[in-house]
C-alpha cells in the first residue's frame, strides 16, 4: 500500500519533467493554373501543346528552412490523330526542403524557394523528377506562430518524362516545362505548448 502511494505521488513529478516535442506546421492548399507544355508523340514525329491544371495539398514547416511534402493531381487533353481525344491524368508526390525569408514587421511579403524530388504515376507509367521552385507568400497574420496567407510560386521541372501512354496506347514524352501555383497557407493545427 505504501508502495502503491509512492508510485501515485511520483507519477505527476516525472510528467512534469518530461519535455514537451511538437512539430508546428502549416497547410497549403494550391491550384496548379494552365501553362503551356510540350508533349512530343514519338510514334508519329508530332508535338501537342497541352495546358495541365491541377491542385495540391502541401504541409508547410515553420522555420526559415524545412522539410516540405506534397500530394498534387494534375490532368490535360490531348487531341492528336494517333490518340484521338484522351486525358491524361498524373499524380505525384513531392519530397523536398523549402526556404522561408524570415517574418519582418511591417512587411507581409515574404520570398520562397523549394527543391523536390517529384515521384508520380500515369497511367502505367513511374516517374521521377527534380522539381525547384521559387514564389511569394503574403502573411494575413504578422504575429501568428506558423505561416498563412496567399501564396504565388512559379516552378520548373528540368528533364523529360517519358509515358507509355498519352492516349489510346500511344507512347509520349513530357519535355521540361515550368508551371503556375496559387494557393493558400493556414495556420497549422498544432500550437506550441508552454511548459
Not at 494552365?34 to 515553420?62: Q, S, T, Y
Not at 506558423?146 to 513530357?174: H, Q, S, W
Request: contains cysteine; proline residues 7%; neutral net charge.
Amino acid at each position: 500500500m505504501i508502495l502503491f502511494a509512492g508510485l501515485c505521488a511520483a507519477q505527476p513529478a516525472a510528467a512534469a519533467g518530461k519535455p514537451v516535442y511538437q512539430w508546428v506546421s502549416a497547410n497549403e492548399y494550391y491550384f496548379i493554373l494552365p501553362a503551356p507544355l510540350d508533349l512530343r508523340l514519338p510514334g508519329n514525329g508530332d508535338k501537342e501543346i497541352v495546358h495541365p491544371w491541377g491542385a495540391g495539398f502541401r504541409a508547410v514547416g515553420d522555420g526559415a528552412f524545412s522539410k516540405t511534402a506534397a500530394l498534387q493531381f494534375q490532368s490535360f487533353r490531348v487531341e492528336n490523330p494517333a490518340t484521338g481525344r484522351s486525358t491524361v491524368y498524373l499524380f505525384d508526390l513531392l519530397l523536398g526542403m523549402e526556404y522561408m525569408a524570415p517574418k519582418t514587421q511591417g512587411r507581409p511579403l515574404r520570398f520562397t524557394a523549394s527543391a523536390a524530388a517529384d515521384l508520380g504515376m500515369s497511367d502505367i507509367t513511374l516517374y521521377a523528377a527534380p522539381v525547384i521552385s521559387a514564389g511569394l507568400l503574403y502573411a494575413a497574420g504578422e504575429y501568428a506562430e506558423t505561416p498563412a496567407g496567399l501564396t504565388f510560386g512559379i516552378f520548373y521541372r528540368p528533364i523529360d518524362i517519358d509515358l507509355d501512354n498519352a492516349g489510346n496506347g500511344a507512347k509520349g514524352v513530357m519535355k521540361p516545362a515550368f508551371g503556375v501555383r496559387l494557393g493558400y497557407i493556414f495556420e497549422g493545427f498544432w500550437s506550441a505548448k508552454e511548459k
